[in-house]
């Protein structure tokens, strides 16, 4: 039996300046992965991920979902399964209120309003951001405007996230909620991303782009371990995984900065050093 919830097939894409964009991927993943897609400026990672519910139309190769070939016949249908969040959030948010924007794809659907109104408040709920229910998107924070348009596609009740660069312009405390907050969702994901630290915290597995190609597929520590590979693609290892310029400066523990050792200055009271 095969329990593939994707498989993209020898997909390549070539935009109308002749820029090839993706060429002759192939990738299978599996239900319940969560699964980083890593890559410079460039490298392709946008392209692969809007192929990944419709938004663009394989030109060459096949994607499947389940039992479903990505065509423009089956959009609807993949659209239920797969949903996407944008770099920007202001591309999924363009209602009057937070609540309304929620509402968008369940009404979409021809739901009927008692279930839509279930969705918008399941879904707020699960981002932690009932209290945007009536806010103005335009009046949100970054932070804020994230947790929105990830409620708008959670309304949806997606099998898969695909994510686009989920933390970018959010400032670090925003940054470590929202990867608490997807550590918690059980439904596959896909995250495109520049954030190394993110993809250890949420990614067992990373997908390396250079130029359209995959370079490299396999668990995240045996990836960034690659030192070569991460120079080739240029990538730096997580800020997590590197020397601390500061200790590798100074040396040894034995040699403290000044003002913090024991003994920077041994004449002076110890109640004072401690207050340093």
């Known amino acids: 039996m095969n329990h593939s919830l994707v498989e993209i097939q020898d997909l390549t894409h070539t935009y109308p300046d002749g820029t090839e964009a993706v060429h002759r991927v192939s990738l299978r993943i599996r239900n319940g992965e969560s699964v980083a897609v890593v890559g410079a400026n460039g490298a392709g990672k946008s392209?692969?991920?809007?192929?990944?519910?419709?938004?663009?139309?394989?030109?060459?190769?096949?994607?499947?979902?389940?039992?479903?070939?990505?065509?423009?016949?089956?959009?609807?249908?993949?659209?239920?399964?797969?949903?996407?969040?944008?770099?920007?959030?202001?591309?999924?948010?363009?209602?009057?209120?937070?609540?309304?924007?929620?509402?968008?794809?369940?009404?979409?659907?021809g739901l009927a309003p008692e279930e839509v109104e279930r969705r918008v408040t399941a879904a707020l709920h699960q981002v932690h951001a009932t209290h945007l229910r009536d806010r103005p998107p335009y009046k949100l924070s970054g932070g804020e405007k994230r947790l929105a348009a990830i409620a708008t596609v959670l309304a949806m009740t997606p099998d898969i996230l695909v994510m686009d660069e989920p933390s970018s312009n959010l400032d670090p405390r925003a940054r470590r909620a929202l990867i608490e907050l997807l550590a918690g969702f059980r439904q596959t994901k896909i995250i495109a991303t520049h954030d190394l630290d993110l993809v250890l915290d949420l990614c067992e597995r990373t997908v390396v782009l250079r130029e359209g190609r995959i370079m490299a597929d396999g668990p995240t520590s045996d990836i960034f371990a690659a030192d070569r590979l991460l120079a080739e693609s240029h990538l730096e290892k997580p800020l997590r995984l590197q020397a601390c310029p500061v200790c590798s400066r100074r040396g040894p523990m034995t040699a403290p900065l000044p003002g913090f050792g024991r003994n920077s200055n041994p004449d002076e009271p110890e109640g004072n050093r401690a207050r340093q």
């Open 47 to 109: 392209t692969l991920l809007l192929h990944l519910n419709g938004s663009l139309i394989p030109q060459n190769g096949t994607i499947r979902v389940g039992d479903v070939h990505i065509t423009k016949a089956t959009l609807s249908d993949i659209r239920r399964t797969v949903g996407m969040i944008f770099q920007d959030p202001d591309d999924q948010l363009f209602m009057p209120t937070v609540a309304e924007d929620v509402a968008f794809g369940p009404i979409s659907l």
